[in-house]
C-alpha cells in the first residue's frame, strides 16, 4: 500500500460559458426595454387592455425562446456535472481520514482501536456516588416543558382572545349571534383550550417533580451489554417518597429529514424491556431501590449517524401522592 | 456518436449474512471487460441507511481503478476479494431507520461531456447471529 494521496475530483463538464450568460443578460434587458416600449406606445395610443400585454410578451417569449436554446445545454451540464462529481462512497471513505489509493486496498476504520464501534452512540455518564456510573436525564426538564407550555398556551391565545372579544362586540351591538364568526373562530378555541390544558398537564409534572426532588440513577456497568447483569441504584433528595418505582429499557428510532426548507426530527419508541417491576421487588417498591437486572439478549446496539440514531434510555416510573412521575436517563448499549 | 453498451456488472457474495468483524468474501465481474472508455472503476463495501431520515452512509472498505494512473489496466477481472468488517453498525430493520449493508461497484464511461454510469449493489446481512 503507498502513500500516495488521492487524486483531487474531476473537474465538472463545462459550464456554457460566461458569454452566454452575457448574451443572455443582455437579451433579457433589451427584451424588457422593448416590453416597455411597446406597453409605453399602448397607453399612449389609448389601449389600456394592451398595456400588460405589451409588457410582458416579449420577455414571456424571451423566456420561452431561452429554454428552448439553453435548457438542454443547462440540463446536460448539471447531468455531466454530478456524474463527474466524486462519489458518495469515495467522499465517506475519504472522509474517514484514511486515505484512499487507487487500485489498492484502503486500511479499515477500525483497525485503529481507537474506534472500535464509531457509529455506536455514547451517552455519557458521571461517576456515581453509590456505584460506578451516574446517568444523565435526558430531555428537557418539567420546569421546562411548563415554562415552554405557558409561553406558547399565552401567545395563542393573546392573539385569539382579540377575535374572541371582537366576536363578542358584535353580538352586543347587533343582538344576536355572529354565527359565521363563531363557526371559524370555534377550531382555533379549541386548540386555546388544549394549550391550556396542555399547560395545566405540565403544571402538575412540575409540581411533582418538586415534590420528589432530584431522582438519581447509577447504574455497576456501562455501557451495558444484553445479557449482562447490571446492578441498578436509585435514589430522590425530596421529601416526597416515590412509590411503585418501575425501570424500564427503552428504544427510540430518531430520523432528520429535509421538510421544505427546514429540518425534522421524527421519533419512535420501538422496543421497551421491563428490568425492575415493582410488584416484584422483595425489598418494597420505594427508594432508595437497589436491585440487579439482567439485560435482555438480541437488543440492537445504540446507533449515532447524522440524520440517524438509534437511542437507548432507563425510564423511571412511579407514583407520587397519586402523581405519575416518569424520567429518561440516557444509557448505551454496546454490540455484543 | 457511438452508443456503448451498458456494462454489464455482477457481484456474488459468498453468503447473505456475516458476523461481526468477520471477512466479507466475494467476487465481481464485469462482463467483456471494463468499458474502453472507462473513466473509473469504484468498488466499496458500506453500509447506508433508508427509512424517514436523509441518508447516512459509511464506507467500510473503498478501491478505486482508474485509467490514468495506469490501475485500471491492471484490475483482475474477475476481481475476488475479501473485506474484514466492522463489529457495527449490524443490519437493522426499524420503523423509522433501516441500516443495509451492501457491496458496490460504480463503473463511470463515456466520452468527455457525456460520462455515463452504471452501479450494481449486492446487499448483505451484517448480523451477530450470522443468520438474516
Same mark, same amino acid.
Not at chain 1, 452512540?121 to 407550555?149: E, S, W
Not at chain 1, 412540575?206 to 432530584?214: C, Y
Not at chain 1, 456497568?221 to 425530596?238: C, E, F, N, W
Not at chain 1, 418505582?245 to 419512535?268: D, F, M, N, P, Q
Given at each position: 500500500?503507498?502513500?500516495?494521496?488521492?487524486?483531487p475530483p474531476p473537474a465538472a463538464a463545462p459550464w456554457?460559458?460566461?458569454?452566454?450568460?452575457?448574451?443572455?443578460?443582455?437579451?433579457?434587458?433589451?427584451?424588457?426595454?422593448?416590453?416597455?416600449?411597446?406597453?409605453?406606445?399602448?397607453?399612449?395610443?389609448?389601449?389600456?387592455?394592451?398595456?400588460?400585454?405589451?409588457? *410582458?410578451?416579449?420577455?414571456?417569449?424571451?423566456? #420561452? %425562446?431561452? &429554454?428552448?436554446? +439553453? @435548457?438542454? =445545454?443547462?440540463?446536460?451540464?448539471?447531468?455531466e456535472a454530478?456524474?463527474n462529481a466524486p462519489?458518495?462512497?469515495?467522499?465517506?471513505?475519504?472522509?474517514?481520514?484514511?486515505?484512499?489509493?487507487?487500485?489498492?486496498?484502503?486500511?479499515?476504520?477500525?483497525?485503529?482501536?481507537?474506534?472500535?464501534?464509531?457509529?455506536?452512540?455514547?451517552?455519557?455518564?458521571?461517576?456515581?456516588?453509590?456505584?460506578?456510573?451516574?446517568?444523565?436525564?435526558?430531555?428537557?426538564?418539567?420546569?421546562?416543558?411548563?415554562?415552554?407550555?405557558?409561553?406558547?398556551?399565552?401567545?395563542?391565545?393573546?392573539?385569539?382572545?382579540?377575535?374572541?372579544?371582537?366576536?363578542?362586540?358584535?353580538?352586543?351591538?347587533?343582538?344576536?349571534?355572529?354565527?359565521?364568526?363563531?363557526?371559524?373562530?370555534?377550531? *382555533?378555541?379549541?386548540?386555546?383550550?388544549?394549550? #391550556? %390544558?396542555? &399547560?395545566?398537564? +405540565? @403544571?402538575? =409534572?412540575?409540581?411533582?417533580?418538586?415534590?420528589?426532588?432530584?431522582?438519581?440513577?447509577?447504574?455497576?456497568?456501562?455501557?451495558?451489554?444484553?445479557?449482562?447483569?447490571?446492578?441498578?441504584?436509585?435514589?430522590?433528595?425530596?421529601?416526597?417518597?416515590?412509590?411503585?418505582?418501575?425501570?424500564?429499557?427503552?428504544?427510540?428510532?430518531?430520523?432528520?429529514?429535509?421538510?421544505?426548507?427546514?429540518?425534522?426530527?421524527?421519533?419512535?419508541?420501538?422496543?421497551?424491556?421491563?428490568?425492575?417491576?415493582?410488584?416484584?421487588?422483595?425489598?418494597?417498591?420505594?427508594?432508595?431501590?437497589?436491585?440487579?437486572?439482567?439485560?435482555?439478549?438480541?437488543?440492537?446496539?445504540?446507533?449515532?449517524?447524522?440524520?440517524?440514531?438509534?437511542?437507548?434510555?432507563?425510564?423511571?416510573?412511579?407514583?407520587?401522592?397519586?402523581?405519575?412521575?416518569?424520567?429518561?436517563?440516557?444509557?448505551?448499549?454496546?454490540?455484543? | 456518436?457511438?452508443?456503448?453498451?451498458?456494462?454489464?456488472?455482477?457481484?456474488?457474495?459468498?453468503?447473505?449474512?456475516?458476523?461481526?468483524?468477520?471477512?466479507?468474501?466475494?467476487?465481481?465481474?464485469?462482463?467483456?471487460?471494463?468499458?474502453?472508455?472507462?473513466?473509473?472503476?469504484?468498488?466499496?463495501?458500506?453500509?447506508?441507511?433508508?427509512?424517514?431520515?436523509?441518508?447516512?452512509?459509511?464506507?467500510?472498505?473503498?478501491?478505486?481503478?482508474?485509467?490514468?494512473?495506469?490501475?485500471?489496466?491492471?484490475?483482475?477481472?474477475?476481481?475476488?476479494?475479501?473485506?474484514?468488517?466492522?463489529?457495527?453498525?449490524?443490519?437493522?430493520?426499524?420503523?423509522?431507520?433501516?441500516?443495509?449493508?451492501?457491496?458496490?461497484?460504480?463503473?463511470?464511461?463515456?466520452?468527455e461531456?457525456?460520462t455515463?454510469?452504471?452501479?450494481?449493489?449486492?446487499?448483505?446481512?451484517?448480523?451477530?447471529?450470522?443468520?438474516?
Amino acid at each position: 500500500m503507498t502513500d500516495e494521496p488521492l487524486d483531487p475530483p474531476p473537474a465538472a463538464a463545462p459550464w456554457p460559458g460566461s458569454a452566454s450568460c452575457g448574451l443572455f443578460v443582455f437579451g433579457f434587458v433589451v427584451t424588457a426595454l422593448i416590453g416597455m416600449g411597446l406597453a409605453f406606445w399602448a397607453a399612449v395610443t389609448g389601449n389600456v387592455v394592451l398595456v400588460p400585454v405589451g409588457f *410582458f410578451a416579449p420577455i414571456l417569449v424571451y423566456g #420561452i %425562446g431561452s &429554454a428552448i436554446v +439553453f @435548457g438542454p =445545454r443547462i440540463v446536460r451540464h448539471m447531468r455531466e456535472a454530478s456524474r463527474n462529481a466524486p462519489s458518495p462512497e469515495s467522499v465517506a471513505a475519504v472522509a474517514h481520514g484514511e486515505g484512499v489509493e487507487l487500485g489498492t486496498k484502503v486500511a479499515a476504520p477500525w483497525e485503529d482501536v481507537a474506534e472500535v464501534n464509531p457509529t455506536v452512540h455514547d451517552a455519557g455518564t458521571t461517576p456515581g456516588k453509590v456505584l460506578a456510573y451516574r446517568l444523565a436525564q435526558v430531555g428537557m426538564t418539567p420546569g421546562c416543558r411548563f415554562g415552554c407550555a405557558v409561553a406558547v398556551a399565552i401567545f395563542w391565545n393573546a392573539i385569539l382572545s382579540s377575535f374572541v372579544i371582537d366576536a363578542f362586540n358584535k353580538w352586543n351591538r347587533a343582538g344576536q349571534i355572529p354565527w359565521l364568526d363563531m363557526l371559524f373562530l370555534t377550531p *382555533f378555541v379549541l386548540v386555546g383550550l388544549l394549550m #391550556i %390544558g396542555t &399547560a395545566f398537564f +405540565f @403544571g402538575v =409534572r412540575w409540581f411533582v417533580s418538586t415534590l420528589t426532588g432530584q431522582v438519581a440513577v447509577e447504574v455497576s456497568a456501562h455501557p451495558m451489554l444484553p445479557g449482562d447483569v447490571v446492578r441498578i441504584h436509585i435514589a430522590q433528595t425530596g421529601t416526597f417518597r416515590l412509590v411503585r418505582v418501575a425501570v424500564l429499557l427503552v428504544c427510540t428510532e430518531e430520523a432528520t429529514y429535509i421538510a421544505g426548507t427546514s429540518k425534522s426530527t421524527a421519533k419512535k419508541e420501538v422496543a421497551k424491556h421491563p428490568l425492575v417491576d415493582p410488584g416484584a421487588n422483595p425489598d418494597g417498591d420505594g427508594l432508595p431501590l437497589t436491585t440487579d437486572s439482567t439485560i435482555p439478549t438480541g437488543l440492537m446496539h445504540s446507533f449515532d449517524a447524522p440524520n440517524n440514531k438509534i437511542k437507548w434510555v432507563l425510564r423511571v416510573t412511579a407514583r407520587v401522592m397519586g402523581f405519575s412521575f416518569s424520567n429518561d436517563y440516557g444509557v448505551t448499549v454496546n454490540p455484543r | 456518436m457511438i452508443r456503448v453498451e451498458e456494462p454489464d456488472i455482477r457481484i456474488e457474495l459468498a453468503t447473505e449474512a456475516f458476523a461481526p468483524s468477520g471477512e466479507l468474501a466475494g467476487v465481481f465481474v464485469i462482463a467483456g471487460g471494463p468499458p474502453p472508455d472507462a473513466r473509473s472503476v469504484e468498488f466499496s463495501v458500506m453500509w447506508r441507511t433508508s427509512g424517514k431520515g436523509t441518508e447516512d452512509i459509511g464506507v467500510a472498505h473503498y478501491q478505486a481503478w482508474k485509467p490514468g494512473d495506469g490501475t485500471l489496466a491492471s484490475m483482475p477481472n474477475p476481481n475476488t476479494f475479501t473485506v474484514t468488517l466492522p463489529n457495527t453498525p449490524w443490519s437493522y430493520d426499524g420503523t423509522l431507520v433501516k441500516i443495509h449493508w451492501l457491496a458496490r461497484v460504480r463503473v463511470r464511461y463515456g466520452p468527455e461531456g457525456d460520462t455515463r454510469e452504471v452501479v450494481q449493489d449486492a446487499e448483505f446481512a451484517l448480523t451477530p447471529s450470522g443468520r438474516v
